[in-house]
């Protein structure tokens, strides 16, 4: 069974950068499609990115441009890296795997 962990949230300014890693325990993590995802306050959760086993990134349109992920199989590990960060980015980040497995979140904060 896969499990999860996400790491990397942290309180930035408007236009910093952050980068978040999602780590997986058990073997055979390169098989996997992983996707983030982010929920605000409010809101319903809503999809961010995919990296596919092969490699091949899909994005939200909000985040086209800025944010990218990226996948190292060695590493059982995969990244978002998030540059020019805005207000409305500020949500609970959480990766997925195609084994349907959630990780348990990580607070992301964009304010001044």
């Known amino acids: 069974q896969v499990q999860l962990v996400e790491s990397g949230g942290d309180l930035v300014q408007p236009g910093g950068s952050l980068r978040l890693s999602c780590t997986a325990s058990g073997s055979r993590f390169s098989i996997y499609a992983v996707a983030w995802y982010r929920q605000a306050p409010g809101n319903q959760r809503e999809w961010v990115a995919t990296?596919?086993?092969?490699?091949?990134?899909t994005y939200t349109d909000s985040v086209k441009g800025r944010f990218t992920i990226s996948r190292d199989n060695a590493e059982n590990t995969v990244y978002l890296q998030m540059n020019s960060l805005k207000p409305e980015d500020t949500a609970i980040y959480y990766c997925?795997?195609?084994?349907?497995?959630w990780g348990q979140g990580t607070q992301v904060t964009v304010s001044s």
């Open positions: 997925f795997c195609s084994a349907n497995v």
């Open positions: 990296i596919t086993k092969g490699g091949t990134t």
